[in-house]
């Protein structure tokens, strides 16, 4: 519950307005949330809200330069049937990463956007990062996102410490039939 701190008053409301700032020459427009005392006037911000408005102007930012959003990331690790820790397994950045990325607290990097987006596209990808990682990491249902036989041959491999490469056509192949 939201309370003015300068009058004590419960009666707030939440809205929101226009702003904008300049990026990378680019002038970017998104909506901020703020509150309003009805019982004083006060304007205030509350951390929750900065929070929200912070993600807001990352996000508005990733747009910019072309990268996932913060829902987009969520969405490609929800459908590749990993949790925010088995995503920092498969793909790296660090045991927090994937939850600053999805909160809107850090932006991904160019070369994690791209892994990300191949990832999605390709289940060979996918299944070779997998394998990369140690091949120890479980999906919430296998079955579902396509591992195959090629799976056990990239554990395999990796397992064997063999440098195993997934080839241009392959991918081309896989592209082709989904």
């Known amino acids: ?35 309003v ?17 912070d993600a807001t102007i990352l996000n508005a930012k990733k747009f910019a330069d072309g990268l996932l959003s913060s829902e987009e990331i969520k969405e490609i690790i929800k459908n590749l049937g990993l949790t925010q820790e088995t995503a920092s397994k498969v793909f790296g950045g ?6 600053k990325y999805e909160s809107g607290k850090v932006a991904q990097s160019a070369s994690m956007d791209r892994l990300l987006r191949l990832a999605a ?14 091949g120890t990491v479980k999906l919430k249902d296998s079955s579902a996102y396509g591992v195959s036989e090629k799976l056990k041959d990239y554990r395999s491999a990796a ?13 081309l192949e896989e592209s082709n039939y989904g």
């Open 159 to 171: 397992a064997n410490q063999e440098q195993y490469q997934i080839s241009s056509s392959s991918i």
């Open 1 to 35: 519950m939201l309370i003015c701190h300068l009058c004590h008053s419960s009666d707030i409301f939440i809205l929101t307005a226009k702003d904008s700032l300049t990026y990378k020459g680019h002038k970017i427009e998104f909506d901020i949330e703020y509150s």
């Open 121 to 134: 596209e390709f289940p060979s990808v996918f299944h070779w990062l997998i394998a990369f990682s140690g």
């Open 37 to 53: 005392c009805n019982a004083c006037g006060r304007e205030f911000i509350e951390s929750q809200q900065i929070q929200k408005n």
């Open 94 to 99: 660090g045991e927090n990463a994937f939850s």
